[in-house]
């Protein structure tokens, strides 16, 4: 069965600080992994999209990783902001159709305090 | 900034009663598609579209039905609200192009809806 699996659930962190979130799945035919920020009450918005060949992909204070032997990502943010509150949601998209099948993981609730 | 709109932004609305949910977008994009999230849940696929007059039933299982008869349009309708509807519905959009290996969706603010 497909799934993408995100850990820690919820995160809080105090402004400045460094974290790391992660991804595992069992998407497959494998084609990209994308990370999204959701803004509460907003849609999501991409960070950073890899494919198969992609091992990272920064995006200013953002660096995704991706692990395709043993599937499975991370996304590090530096230097937290306030601005970073969000839902960090990662998204693999499968190569078994002209669609590209989207599944999407639940996301972590990251909230960064002053 | 992604030019993709839906209106309204929030919704409460009785039983049994017909609502439109409004989708436009001004990249055109040929693909479209509207999600169903929950609180802390993931994103589900109910419907999507490839250009004009293409409209097709996504994984999740909705009562709701969708129409594209302009490149930058898509609305949702449901004929009979139910509480069991209440969720917030995102409209997304995409260029049609290549394998769709980067492709990137574009999704709006959403809507939220309560159905009482």
């Known amino acids: 069965k497909n799934q993408v699996e995100q850990s820690p659930q919820s995160l809080i962190i105090l402004e400045g600080k460094n974290c790391t979130l992660q991804?595992?799945?069992?998407?497959?035919?494998?084609?990209?992994l994308r990370w999204y920020k959701q803004d509460t009450g907003r849609g999501p918005v991409s960070l950073t999209i890899?494919?198969?060949?992609?091992n990272t992909k920064s995006n200013g204070r953002y660096t995704a990783t991706l692990d395709a032997d043993t599937k499975q990502s991370s996304l590090h943010i530096t230097a937290s902001q306030l601005s970073d509150s969000a839902s960090y949601i990662c998204?693999?998209?499968?190569?078994?159709?002209?669609?590209?099948?989207?599944?999407f993981g639940r996301g972590t609730q990251l909230t960064v305090w002053p | 900034e992604a030019d993709i709109y839906q209106t309204p932004r929030y919704l409460v609305i009785g039983t049994g009663k017909k609502i439109t949910l409004e989708c436009s977008q001004t990249m055109g994009h040929d693909k479209m598609y509207w999600y169903q999230q929950d609180p802390g849940m993931e994103l589900h696929l109910i419907h999507y579209s490839y250009g004009v007059n293409s409209t097709e039933k996504g994984d999740l299982s909705s009562e709701s039905t969708v129409s594209r008869i302009r490149t930058e349009h898509f609305p949702l309708t449901l004929e009979s609200a139910r509480p069991s509807h209440t969720s917030q519905y995102l409209c997304a959009s995409s260029i049609l192009a290549g394998t769709g290996e980067r492709e990137t969706q574009y999704f709006g603010p959403g809507t939220r809806l309560l159905v009482l």
């Open positions: 991804c595992n799945y069992t998407v497959s035919p494998f084609s990209n």
């Open positions: 890899m494919t198969f060949s992609e």
């Open positions: 998204v693999v998209a499968d190569r078994g159709s002209t669609l590209g099948r989207l599944y």
